[in-house]
């Protein structure tokens, strides 16, 4: 596949940038602990069942003090009808323990300290921080993914790699890149039967014609 150009990438973060400029994560949430939770159960997990999901948890666990003495076969209860629940159930107990321990109740919002909170890495700390701070940072998903190698921005084979490639030739704008990729991907550039008829991409698109019958 082609890579784009120097000028097609600009033009692509230029449309992006335009549409997508006041995009924001479908997760739920109130405040800084619930979005970190959110994030954290929808790792390979859809957004729609997240939300379904989180309110009777938050009901039940509204901050990071309940949550920190919650006794772990209630919380896998509240969470079963999402993937991997029961690793995620122990993860957000171990998360909000630290974070009453270590923070004093507060999300750190510094990228190191959210990994140093169980389950969390870089993509979920990036998340986490591009959607409540509008920081200028990259995560890749499934559908960022996706998106980056149909346009030919990344041929790389891993997400922290196109991560990093994405950065590189971007530069600036990248949380509203960020959530504009993940929406384009989720709506428009979806894995089966994209809709190139509503794409505005589709004149710099390097994999449309793969998608013809």
Known sequence: MKKATRKEIQEIHKRFVERYSDAVTELKYKNAYELVVAVALSAQCTDKRVNIIAPPLFEKYPS?????????????????????????????????????????????????????????????????????????????????????????????????????????????????????MVLFGRYICTAKNPKCDECFLTDLCKSKEGFKV
Not at 119 to 135: C, D, F, R, S
Not at 138 to 143: E, F, I, L, P, S
Not at 166 to 178: C, E, R, S
Request: charge should be neutral.
């Open 64 to 180: 990071t003090k309940e949550l920190s003495v919650a006794e772990l076969d209630d919380v896998k209860k509240l969470i079963n009808s999402c993937s991997f629940f029961n690793n995620k159930a122990k993860n957000i107990i171990k998360m909000a323990q630290r974070v009453e321990e270590v923070y004093g109740g507060e999300i750190p919002m510094d990228e190191k300290e959210l990994q140093t909170l169980a389950g969390v890495g870089q993509k979920t700390a990036h998340v986490v921080m591009i959607e409540y701070l509008g920081a200028n940072l990259m995560a890749v998903d499934t559908h960022v993914f996706r998106v980056a190698h149909r346009l030919g921005l990344s041929d790389d084979k891993t997400a922290i790699a196109t991560e990093a490639t994405l950065v590189k030739k971007f530069k600036n704008d990248l949380h509203a890149l960020h959530q504009g």
